[in-house]
């Protein structure tokens, strides 16, 4: 394990036990990861989009801190942290749409709003809803696609988190992709 991941561990786990300087050590560590998973989300918004990848990092991380949880690791503070930044952004999407919900808008493919991130609005809103259908359906291809897309891990560090095999990760990655497009496309073929 690296120098930085080792001490992202570390002080994840002086924090949890109450050390408070700890926290302060942690933020330089784990600051660059997180805006850049941020700002990927954010390019594939609309460009007047009010959210800026700074204010999401610093909303993700307050969330973080009150939350309270024990973290096992640097694997689990991201895989947390890409939820939280989902849910940040799924809230702001819902705090400004303005339109009955999917009127008018463009449809995403899943590929890229998988992989690329989220062109609108009502995209977002889209993929999750469709995640959190899967997660009723199947909630280890939720989270792994919680892991990678949101949480920006790679297929290792997912396996590693997941405790399975990098070859289980992309199975099941692929499979999860595919599910979503089926539903997506249903759905936006319902809304037409």
């Given amino acids: 394990m690296s120098a930085d991941r080792q001490s992202v561990t570390s002080l994840l786990r002086q924090w949890s036990d109450g050390n408070k300087q700890a926290l302060d050590d942690l933020m330089p560590l784990v600051y660059d990861q997180l805006r850049k998973a941020a700002a990927r989300y954010l390019n594939a918004e609309r460009r007047d989009h009010t ?24 694997l689990h503070f991201y895989a947390l942290s890409g939820r939280l930044l989902r849910r940040i952004l799924v809230d702001h ?15 995403i493919p899943l590929e890229e709003a998988v992989l690329v991130g989220p ?37 290792d560090e997912a396996a590693a988190a997941m405790n399975v095999s990098p ?25 037409s």
């Fill in 51 to 74: 959210l800026q990848a700074t204010a999401l990092v610093n909303e993700a991380y307050v969330r973080l801190v009150a939350s309270g949880v024990n973290f096992r690791d640097r």
């Fill in 167 to 191: 070859a289980t990760i992309l199975r099941e990655w692929r499979l999860a992709k595919a599910w979503l497009y089926r539903e997506m496309a249903s759905e936006g073929a319902a809304n």
């Fill in 93 to 107: 999407a819902r705090e400004h749409a303005t339109q009955k919900r999917g009127a008018g808008a463009a449809k």
């Fill in 119 to 155: 062109e609108t609005m009502s995209g977002l809103l889209e993929l999750d809803q469709a995640l959190r259908r899967l997660n009723e359906r199947d909630p280890r291809k939720s989270e792994i696609v919680e892991l990678l897309y949101f949480g920006g891990l790679t297929h």
